[in-house]
């Protein structure tokens, strides 16, 4: 299947910005590995900034499914949160493999000190995103008395999404490639960080 024009100045800007950083990369270097002349790039894009901004839409819609809008996996949570956790981990782990995922994370993770779009993206679209979900799951779990009710739904959230974080953010900055066999690791951990997290708030930790 012969790939479109717009989606190889993608894949290609892409590759580039994960692997030389953003400010690094030019409109004609992009160009010239796609194969076409550097003015052809703005019949399909304005500008360096809008393949940017295309690179962080499409990863955005990847993740736009709230697990939580399923009525059975909200039944999931209520009776099994090990399970829960688990399956969507394993799920997560899956859509991160996806070439493209595993290079807009490098891209985010390396350069939203540098990138002003990028930093706004990873705080509200990343950071705040993924806590307000879990949020929403620790307190699903109080009002289910799974948890002690004294406990904060945020703060939870939080905590379990920090250590994942800065797992992830060790992984990219040790490794100028994708290594899958750490990654696959690193899920391990965090999946033993979750239950450690859970088991010290139950609300019958003490029965």
Known sequence: MKIQTKDKIFDVALDLFSKKGYDSVSIRTIASEVGIKESSI???YSSKKEILMSI???????????PLDDENVRMLLEKNPEEFYHQGSEMFKQQIFEEKILKIL???????????EIKEFFLNEILGGSVAFWS???EILI??????SDCSPNK????????????????????????????????????????????????????
Do not use: C, T
């Not at 490098?106 to 002003?116: A, G, P, R, T």
């Open 136 to 138: 929403d799951v620790f």
């Open 156 to 207: 939870l959230a939080e905590m379990y999404f920090g250590f994942s974080m800065f797992k992830l953010w060790e992984i990219f900055l040790k490794h100028e490639e994708f290594p899958k066999a750490e990654i696959e690791i690193m899920f391990d951990e965090v999946e033993e960080y979750h239950k450690f997290l859970l088991d010290s708030v139950r609300a019958d930790k003490d029965d």
């Open 42 to 44: 703005y019949n399909h």
């Open 106 to 116: 490098k891209l985010i993770f390396v350069q939203m000190y540098q990138i002003d």
């Open 56 to 66: 962080l839409k499409y990863f955005e819609e990847y993740f736009q499914e709230n």
């Open 143 to 148: 009002q289910k008395n799974v948890i002690g």
